[in-house]
């Protein structure tokens, strides 16, 4: 079974750009969740989509926007990019069955470099 | 809000050591608590897990029990190993979805 794929795995960007990255979940999961990881922050919440709508929201502004589509693979986009905006960017799957909440299957992410 | 405390690291071991990570977490209601861990080069995956107070959550060799009475969520192997070495995060979900609460991350490095 294939594992969270996330693409690109690599990315540059300059100050004031957006920036789309793609994450598709394991087959039959339909909750999508994305995180930002930094050293100075450590792993923070962005946003998460449930059968293509926004169930739950991080403390992000809203330069960081997502969606999810009716085959439940999802996007996160971030525009007018900031120096600050460099960070790991995870996304995880999830089955979402009672008592298995909060079991998340992560992609090895995005790599969001800002220059 | 919710918020999840671990111990700085790094941890440095030599093999076959006990571990101890110790996480503290400030929620309110009933959280499910987890230990994910990050090995080098690979994506987080989840070490184990549990859902109300009292219950011990075990995966290869790792221990954790959730204690309500000190909002802790300590992490524990009786014997390390040198593929033990990651970063270990502890974590909590406290709301309909799957939303995480991650602590800072515990670097572990298991010594020869």
């Known amino acids: 079974k294939a594992g969270v794929t996330q693409t690109p795995r690599y990315l540059i960007k300059t100050r004031g750009q957006q920036v789309t990255l793609s994450c598709s979940p394991i087959?039959?999961?339909?909750?999508v969740s994305w995180y930002q990881q930094t050293p100075g922050q450590g792993l923070q919440f962005l946003f998460e989509?449930?059968?293509?709508?926004?169930?739950n929201k991080g403390n992000f502004p809203g330069r960081f926007s997502g969606r999810q589509f009716s085959n439940s693979r999802s996007e996160m986009n971030v525009s007018t990019l900031e120096l600050g905006d460099s960070a790991l960017y995870l996304c995880a799957s999830s089955l979402d069955v009672e008592g298995m909440t909060g079991e998340l299957f992560f992609g090895e992410g995005s790599r969001l470099t800002v220059l | 809000g919710d918020s999840v405390t671990q111990m700085e690291g790094p941890v440095t071991l030599s093999e076959e050591a006990f571990l101890t990570i110790n996480c503290t977490y400030t929620a309110t209601g009933y959280p499910s608590l987890f230990w994910y861990v990050q090995y080098p080069g690979e994506g987080l995956q989840l070490l184990l897990k549990a859902t109300k107070a009292d219950d011990k959550g075990s995966n290869k060799g790792f221990e954790a029990t959730y204690r309500k009475e000190t909002t802790s969520f300590h992490l524990e192997k009786g014997s390390v190993q040198v593929s033990d070495s990651a970063v270990y995060f502890c974590a909590l979900n406290n709301n309909a979805g799957n939303m995480l609460t991650f602590g800072g991350g515990t670097r572990l490095m298991v010594k020869p």
């Open positions: 989509y449930f059968s293509e709508t926004q169930r």
């Open positions: 087959s039959g999961h339909r909750s």
